[in-house]
């Protein structure tokens, strides 16, 4: 998609009770985290997704640490809006708690606390008609892959609850390759501001050229380490059967 044509007009054709998802999002699944600045092993996502009618509805995540003891869930619910799902994440070490939840009058609250000795923040906002939330940035770029991969760049709002505000991001494919022994199209999301770029790190993510199944991503994480209180920088990936995960430091 072009920065002419609006993400607003991929919201107004999806459907609106489920989420069009590939058949990989629809299956169990596990993410490998694993630190970029050291290559271990830092946690383990669960997803058990909820699909009605061949379509994901709601999607529930374990977060595992290394020692197999889960220490945070996440629900996401893409049954009102599958591009800016509500979902509620609550990591039990240190009382983190990131949300995004809709109020009568259709606007939604983005909920945050970093530690359970802090005070929550809530505030509420009225959406733009194109925003983005939390696994929603993942559908987005799914059905969207063959614009990218022709080199088209997407913009849009993303719904930062740790932020407590809407932050403009962009999409564009940086490179296609093997990814897990599969083609991959790599898509990164950065700041569509060009100063809040020189100070921000990338997400990227490799999606199979094929089946639009997420492989791997690399940024910023959702889970803090709880040393330090930031968040981890992780590679995740979510291999394909009978492929092994590769921590960065084995490239």
Sequence with gaps: MCATIMVAGLLATAPLQAASAPEAALEPRVGHAFALDSGRPVYREVHDPEVVDGE??????????????????????????????????????????????????????????????????????????????????????YRNLDRLRAGETLRFPFAAASQQQTVAFRLRRIDEREVLGEPAIVIRMEPDNMFIRWLANPIDVAYHAETGALLRYEGLSNIANPDSDENYRVRIDFPPEGVEPQPPASD
């Design 56 to 141: 994901l509805v709601a999607d529930r995540v374990e977060y595992v640490d290394p020692e197999g003891k889960i220490f945070a869930r996440k629900r996401v619910s893409f049954e009102e809006a599958p591009l800016a799902p509500s979902f509620r994440l609550e990591d039990t070490r240190t009382g983190y708690i990131e949300a995004l939840q809709r109020t009568d009058d259709g606007r939604i609250e983005l909920i945050y606390r970093k530690r359970e000795d802090e005070a929550m923040e809530r505030t509420v906002i009225d959406p733009p008609s194109d925003v983005v939330a939390d696994a929603g940035f993942d559908l987005l770029i």
